[in-house]
């Protein structure tokens, strides 16, 4: 054997795989003596164009049983085209990956001769193609390890069986290069060959969630194009048959996910060197991990409608104290009949399937146990938790444990009972009210006592909502009618200004008082639309129009101690920021100076007094009060001012 390789090829560094394909039957006619094992071949043509042959289609398609099929003619037609499609895809890539760098070294060459600090930039930003270059938007600087690692892992595979391990490899390597039919092929072989392998299953998990997080998008984007095209039209039917086959893939990617998502958790890789984190990739961890969950929920979920049996149920609830043995033992259907539908079944669980389940409720307790003092979700969803859905998360986990009879339930139960009181609101109830299997199971497990504890919840719940809802119409109408007000202002509209402002604090004081933030405000000013801003600006129009609106008149007597009042001016004033940087600020007026520093309102009221408008004493005596608190609160103003002049100004 040794001596035909060099005399064909001037090396033997083929001599490991032309022993192992010296057995098999294309080269096995052309030894000398086959029966006793000798590996002597017959010197002819035909026997030196076979080991050429064969040795050649294997550095193409990476298969010695393909190849000797081949040999033999028993390929058809349609497998051919498909290895060789298998076959171009992987090259073309190592291709991408070792052009990449052909076309861009003498641009390298030029960047590393000036001896830059490779902490300041990444190569792939300066690097040029050369003017020849074919790879310009083809291929990765990192591709050529990947490729590296594949060539290699192959090179071992032609002379011995690959080990899981270098199955792995194998698998990554091609999964890097985007080939992931191929990279999932050899992961299943590493699974396959260990049933335990952490890092196959790990890849076989990241693929199918990616799969069929695609195929979710596919479906949802042809859904709209659907939507979007014109009624029985060719783009219509075009949209929905490729909806249907995007359907089709996500079902398959679905069958797929349910089989690999919980070996993959159960064998997943541990980090022991952050025992923080526990286990590495701890982001994929938390996916694959929340995919289990939403598993073992759909597959133990409360029926909402009526089962055959409550023997499962039966059994968890007698396990969590709920209900006696003497109680429904004797007569378990009629006893059934009373909470049909109240819990799942575990009969739905592989051994797999409920050592996930086991392991993940034992995870959530063993970080309870180690903080005593805090939530345990900022260590469970260490990648995510902020998150609203996690409530649906601990809210399934927790109705897996239950029916599962795991320990640590009613523990579990007041946590999350604790959590959904202090953040649930209306988005996240509106969720879990739309879904029935979820409501069924936040029912159940909510309140063990009974149904009076969720109810006294929802209750405040619906209050909360109420509040939160009275909030943002708040927010909506009141800068509504500040729009009006200004908008009335600017047309010298003021008895329409009046109106707006005492409709707007009869408006607040419906609303409890509640006051929204003025939006559409400059970014160094802030303003809160309190009932003692509407209150200036009912003021501040009613100035405007007092010598011939009764109404206007009235108002300027509305405010008895205006000192006390207005004694805050971040109350009823504008906020504005003079100096960000040191954070120094000011209060200005809307529409002009202050009403009460600049006298206006003193001004108004004593031109009133002086022109007999109060006339009867208890009015007048109102006016002079007013009159007497407004005086010290008007600062020095060199302008000159008397009735007369105010009147004939407003006439």
Not at 338 to 362: F, H, K, N, P
Not at 376 to 386: A, E, M, N, T, V
Not at 548 to 567: D, G, I, N, T, W
């Amino acid at each position: 054997m040794k001596e035909t390789l060099l005399r064909l090829f001037g090396h033997d560094d083929d001599r490991s795989l032309l022993a192992k394909l010296a057995g098999r039957t294309p080269l096995k006619k052309h030894r000398l003596d086959p029966d006793k094992g000798s590996n002597v071949f017959k010197r002819s043509t035909a026997c030196d164009n076979l080991i050429k042959n064969l040795l050649a289609l294997d550095a193409v398609f990476n298969s010695q049983d393909l190849v000797c099929d081949l040999a033999e003619g028993q390929v058809s037609a349609v497998v051919l085209h498909q290895e060789i499609e298998r076959a171009r895809a992987r090259l073309e890539q190592k291709l991408y990956a070792y052009g990449y760098w052909v076309d861009r070294l003498n641009s390298l060459e030029a960047v590393l001769s000036e001896q830059p600090s490779l902490e300041d930039f990444a190569l792939e930003d300066r690097l040029s193609v050369d003017g020849q270059g074919s790879t310009a938007g083809k291929g990765t600087p990192y591709a050529l390890r990947a490729v590296q690692l594949l060539e290699r892992v192959e090179e071992q595979g032609r002379s011995s069986l690959l080990s899981p391990d270098q199955l792995t490899e194998k698998a990554w390597a091609l999964y890097r290069l985007g080939l992931s039919d191929q990279a999932m092929a050899a992961a299943q072989q590493a699974v396959e060959a260990d049933p335990e392998h952490s890092e196959a299953w790990m890849l076989l998990a990241i693929h199918c969630i990616n799969e069929k997080r695609s195929a979710d998008q596919e479906v949802a984007r042809y859904e709209f194009q659907r939507e979007e095209a014109d009624p029985m039209s060719g783009q219509e039917r075009w949209a929905e048959e490729m909806r249907d086959m995007a359907e089709d893939r996500r079902a398959k990617a679905l069958t797929e996910h349910r089989a690999v998502v919980f070996p993959a958790l159960l064998y997943w890789p541990r980090d022991h060197e952050n025992p923080h984190r526990r286990y590495r990739y701890r982001e994929n961890y938390e996916q694959i991990r929340n995919s289990c969950i939403d598993w073992l929920f759909v597959l133990t979920q409360p029926e909402t409608r009526c089962l055959s049996t409550g023997v499962d149920w039966l059994r968890a609830a007698e396990a969590q104290g709920r209900i006696s043995p003497c109680s429904w033992k004797e007569n378990p259907q009629k006893h059934y009949d009373r909470w049909v539908g109240e819990a799942g079944s575990v009969r739905c669980l592989s051994d797999v399937e409920t050592q996930v389940a086991m392991r993940i409720c034992a995870e959530m307790d063993e970080w309870a146990a180690q903080y005593p003092n805090s939530s345990p979700d900022y260590y469970f969803f260490q990648q995510g938790w902020w998150k609203s859905n996690n409530h649906f998360t601990k809210l399934k986990l927790l109705h897996v444990r239950s029916v599962l009879g795991l320990p640590g339930y009613e523990a579990a139960r007041q946590s999350f009972l604790t959590d959904l009181r202090e953040v649930a609101g209306w988005d996240l109830l509106s969720v879990i009210l739309h879904q029935p299997a979820l409501f069924h199971a936040l029912t159940w497990h909510a309140a063990a006592s009974g149904l009076d504890e969720l109810m006294s919840y929802f209750r405040g719940l619906v209050d909360a909502v109420a509040k939160e809802q009275q909030g943002k119409f708040s927010l909506l109408k009141g800068n509504l009618l500040r729009r009006a007000y200004h908008q009335a202002f600017a047309r010298a509209e003021f008895s329409r200004c009046l109106s707006v402002a005492r409709e707007a604090q009869t408006f607040l004081e419906q609303a409890s008082g509640f006051a929204p933030p003025e939006l559409g405000m400059d970014e160094s000013q802030s303003n809160t639309l309190s009932l003692k801003h509407w209150k200036y600006l009912e003021l501040r129009a009613a100035i405007e129009i007092a010598p011939e609106s009764v109404e206007a008149q009235q108002a300027l007597l509305s405010v008895a101690q205006p000192a006390r009042y207005f004694a805050d001016e971040g109350a009823y004033l504008i906020q504005e920021v003079m100096d960000i940087e040191f954070g120094e600020d000011c209060y200005v007026a809307p529409y002009g100076e202050s009403i009460l520093t600049s006298g206006q309102w003193l001004q108004a009221v004593e031109a009133l007094l002086s022109a007999g408008v109060y006339a009867d004493p208890e009015t007048k005596s109102r006016a002079r009060e007013l009159m007497a608190q407004l005086t010290s609160l008007v600062e020095e103003n060199s302008s000159g001012w008397s009735p007369d002049v105010y009147c004939k100004a407003t006439d």
